[in-house]
């Protein structure tokens, strides 16, 4: 309940009640409803319990490979409580209605989504997003998705995706927040706010969902679905934190995940979800298994058959199958043979009962179908703009060089002759990214139609010139015909929306197809040349920044790509995104992130023997937190309030940001520790602040981080999560790797 209406009704009884009320309220509370669910769960029987259990998909999307053709039969049986993949108020509402009017017990089907980077109105994807640093965006994002999607019948998104990703090679790259836990973690519990408000039973919002649970972005060798081994420290340190964060953040619902963690998948892991996930982070939400997950314990070769897979699910804590039908076909049995108890059972159902309580579900099972609403929501003015903010501030200027003596970007308004070519100039499904689910294409304003009408007095010659898949050169004269009449030449080339995402794992990540060739066939007449990629993962663009003066990453942007791009590269919004994940310079290097270890033999050129590779230097291509403005920064005077720090006091890390440029421009500036010598080996970098300020041309600002030693903390050689006392060392700055460093001890 919101804190706000809860005082409202109270205030016409009782004054005594009013500032109890506001006292004691958190920010996120419910009502308490243990009555209501277990007066109903008294009156169920096995059958209807293990539906409650059950998630089926409706015959409207599918995203794996089973379809269950009879789910209304089932849902008018009670032998499925849950429907994924079916939105539209009407569309829901009809659904709906077979389970409150038609079924014995009347309990309302909880319907859930993947509405992962807007519902209708597409926003960019999430690993572009999280390049804006901007926490506020991205909580925005997530309350205007949940807004849309919550007028379509919908309660229930399957997000936020938190798996942190280290290996471009893993297509799912593209729908978390790149390589950084502390960032992670910061973005995971802001989409959880930004979905869920503070009261889940408000019509505008829903219930979000933390995934894949856990470590599933560190597949080997970034083959979707495969094994995870690490140690246990890692997976803490690095890979567990934004699961935490978004837990903390009040997430209802977490859904297992697809790999293997240590020898156990993790649908049927105890350690990962009685363990960690329910004992230490004391998480009494509903766990829900991905898709068909449960039976996949077969092929991994941890189940014997489908009400085994069934049983170890259940016992590790997990409340409800998606897709696999194991609990509805066979936990019955598993409980008449006394290996699933029924008060693993009761726990299950009073975690769904409850959620559909405080969903709302029980006062009004349609109060989410709404299609007046729905009309008003969809594509409104406010989401189509923010599509746009959000856009543009995801975009990472990696390179603008002069031409003929003069930076490339941004473009004049008047420039007369533009060629735009490439394959992704006029892609309208294929800018909405990899999960744009409902995602409406004829809605999506192409870089083609943005440009005519960002200059209107400009002639456009376009050409694709290829696709993003074949390598057909046949359409390359059309293209280098249109680059001969221009000025100037923009090229928008990278993945289509099918190239990443799941399942979408690839070896080469380079500019797939003939992309590579039409760009080096253009490149030689000479012009001057823009190169705007358009992917949904750092690719391999050594060629590209060798060669060509300006490159804009824009990743896939969503319903307002095209007006994100053209505001960019005409100026009229300044590039201040910086880039949440390495890009290598090439696959064998990978993987490749900025918080590496030293090693015993540290990279130097003039020793053979030390950690290097005899084909590529160790630096990647761009690093984690790079990216460019149209202005530039000075960072000076960096200084610690103190020399030494105690446990539990404060340390401020304060520096000067210069604009030194002619125009506006935001800054992420960000700061990183190191800790010198630990009880284990400790990264040379660490994320652990960062600040975007905006400056005027000329302006300075002193920005003021405060660290204390509980910011210093890690899992010690024994396993315990503690800050140990030593030298460390402080950077700040514009990326990674550009920063001014000084030493504090901590005593
Ligand atoms: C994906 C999940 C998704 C689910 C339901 C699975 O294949 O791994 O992320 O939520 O399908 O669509």
Known sequence: ??????????????????????????????????????????????????????????????????????????????????????????????????????????????????????????????????????????????????????????????????????????????????????????????????????????????????????????????????????????????????????????????????????????????????????????????????????????????????????????????????????????LKQSVEEGKVSMKTIDDAVRRVLLKKFELGLFDDPYRYSNEEREKQEVFSDEMMQHARDAGRKSIVLLKNEPFNGQKLLPLAKTTRNIALIGPLTEAPEDILGSWHASGDASKAVTLLSALQQAVPGAKIFHAQGCSTESDDRSGFEAALNAARQADVVIMAVGENYRQNGEAASRSDIGLPGAQQALLEEIYKLGKPVVVVVMAGRPLTIGWMDENIPAIVNAWHLGTMAGPAITDVLFGDYNPSGKLVITFPRNVGQIPIFYSMKNTGRPFNANDKYTSKYLDVANTPLYPFGYGLSYTSFKYSDLKVSKPVIGFGEKLQVEVTVKNTGDRAGEEVVQLYTRDLVGSVTRPVKELKGFQKINLKPGESEKVTFTLTSDDLRFYTQAMEYKAEPGDFKVFVGGSSADVLEVGFELK
């Not at 209807?48 to 259990?53: F, H, S, T, V």
């Not at 919550?150 to 995706?161: D, R």
């Not at 790149?178 to 019509?203: C, H, I, N, W």
């Open 1 to 330: 309940m919101r804190p706000g209406k809860t005082i409202v009704t109270i205030m016409k009884n009782k004054l005594t009640l009013i500032l109890l009320t506001i006292w004691v309220l958190p920010a996120f509370a419910q009502k308490d409803y243990t009555k209501e669910v277990e007066a109903l769960l008294s009156k169920m029987t096995l059958e209807e319990k293990i539906g409650q259990m059950t998630l089926y998909t409706s015959g409207w999307d599918v995203t794996g490979p089973t379809l269950n053709e009879n789910y209304k039969a089932d849902i008018r049986a009670g032998r499925c409580g849950n429907i994924f993949n079916a939105h539209t108020a009407k569309y829901n509402r009809d659904l709906q209605r077979i389970a409150v009017e038609e079924t014995r017990l009347k309990i309302p089907l909880l319907f859930g989504y993947d509405v992962i980077h807007g519902h209708k109105t597409i926003y960019p994807i999430p690993l572009a997003e999280a390049c804006s640093w901007d926490l506020e965006l991205i909580e925005k994002s997530a309350r205007l998705s949940a807004r849309e999607a919550a007028a379509s019948g919908l309660h229930w998104t399957f997000n936020p995706m938190v798996d942190i990703a280290r290996d471009p090679r893993w297509g799912r790259i593209a729908e978390g927040t790149g390589e950084d836990p502390f960032l992670g973690a910061l973005m995971g519990a802001a989409k959880v706010r930004g979905y869920q408000g503070t009261d889940l039973s408000d019509p505008y919002t829903l219930m979000a969902c933390v995934k894949h649970f856990a470590a599933y972005g560190a597949a080997q060798a970034g083959r979707d679905y495969h094994t995870v081994d690490m140690s246990e420290r890692e997976l803490r340190q690095t890979y567990l934190p934004p699961y935490k964060a978004a837990i903390d953040a009040g997430a209802a619902s977490v859904m297992t995940s697809f790999n293997e963690y240590d020898g156990v998948p993790a649908t049927g892991s105890k350690f990962l979800m009685d363990k960690v996930l329910r004992q230490e982070w004391g998480f009494d939400g509903i766990i829900v298994t991905d898709y068909g997950s449960v039976a996949e314990m077969i092929p991994h070769g941890f189940a014997v058959n489908g009400k085994h897979a069934g049983e170890l699910a259940a016992n590790a804590t997990v409340d409800m199958d998606m897709q696999s039908g194991v609990f509805q076909n066979n």
